[in-house]
C-alpha cells in the first residue's frame, strides 16, 4: 500500500513508526530496570542467616585457638628438636672420646678403683641422661602437637557440619525466594502480555496506534527477551507455554480471518461490477494494482497487455476509457490522465 500513499504521508508514517519504536525503547528500558531491580525487594540471604550463631562462634574461637596453639608447639617442637640433637651429638663426642681413651691406655684390673675412668663414665652417664631429657622434652612436644591438632580437626568437624545442616536450609530458603521473585516478575509481565493482545485486537488501527504498536513490541521482548537472564531453571517451561498459548491464539484468529476474508471476497466476487469497484478505496486498489494483481479479487493479472480490459478471473472491469476524450485509463482513477477530466460516476 506503501506506494499508492503521497510522498509526505509516506513520510508522516515512517516518522510514526520512529514514535512507536523509541516509545518502546524507553518503556523497554524501564522495564530492564524494573526486572532487573526485583530482587531487591527481597532480603539478600546468606548462610550467616541460618547457622547456629553462639555453636559457630564457640567452634570458631577453638578453632583459632588450636591453630595458635598448633604454631606456638611446632616452635616449640623446633627447638626442643634442636636441643635433642644438640645434647646427642654432645653425647656422641664424648662416647668416641672415652673409646679412644680406652683403646690407648691399659685397664687396671679393677676399674673401680681407678678415679679416672670412674670421672669419665659418670661424665658420660651425665650426658646420656642429658639426651634423654632432651628427647623426652621432643616427645612430649610431639604430644602437645597432636593434641592440638587432634583438637582443631574436631572443632573444624564441628563448624564444617554446622555450615553444612545451615547451607541445607539457606538452599531451600533461596530456592523459595527465587520462586518469589520469578512469579513477581511474571505478575509483571503477563498483564502486560495481556494488554498488548487487546491492544492489537481493538487498537492497533486507531489513531493512536504508533504508541499501540510500541507498547505491543514492548511487552513482547520484556517478556521473551529481558526475561530470559532472570528465569529458573522451571522458568523455561513458563515461558515456552506462554508462546505456545500466544501462537496458539494467534494461530486460530489467523485460520479464522483468512475464511472471513476468503468467504468475503467470495461474496464480492458475486456482486455487480459498478458495486465491487465502489466497495473498494481508491487507496487500496492503487496499491494492489501497483503489485500488478486484480483490485477485485488480488490474483495476478497482466496489466501491461493493452488488450486486457477485465480481469479474467472474477471479471471485475480494470481498464475504460474516458467520456471526453476517449482514451484508455484506469477504471478506478478519478481522473484521466489524458485530458484530466473527472470520472462519471456510474
Sequence with gaps: MSKALRLSEKWFRGGLWLVAFVFASFLTGLGASVVENLPRVEQHLTIEDFIDRAAAQ?????VKAMQQSRQDTQEKLEQARLGHNAARASSQAARETFNNWLATRQVTGRAGQDPELLARTQALDGLKATERQALAAVEAQQQALLDAQQAEARATRSLHELERVAGEQLAGAQRSQ???????????TLPLLGIAGW????????????????FIYFA?????????PYLPSYGGYVRSTV????????GRQAILALNRYLERQKQAEALPDVERRKE?????????LAKKVCPGCERPVDLANAAIDYCPHCGICLFDHCGQCTARKSAFARFCHACGAARAEG
Design 58 to 62: 564457640q567452634a570458631r574461637a577453638t
Design 178 to 188: 527465587e520462586l518469589r521473585i520469578f512469579l513477581y516478575r511474571l505478575a509483571l
Design 199 to 214: 491492544l492489537f485486537a481493538k487498537q492497533r488501527q486507531s489513531t493512536w496506534w504508533p504508541f499501540v504498536w510500541g
Design 220 to 228: 513482547l521482548f520484556t517478556f521473551f527477551v529481558e526475561l530470559v
Design 243 to 250: 508462546g505456545i498459548v500466544i501462537t496458539v491464539l494467534v
Design 280 to 288: 473498494l478505496s481508491y487507496d487500496t486498489a492503487l496499491a494492489r
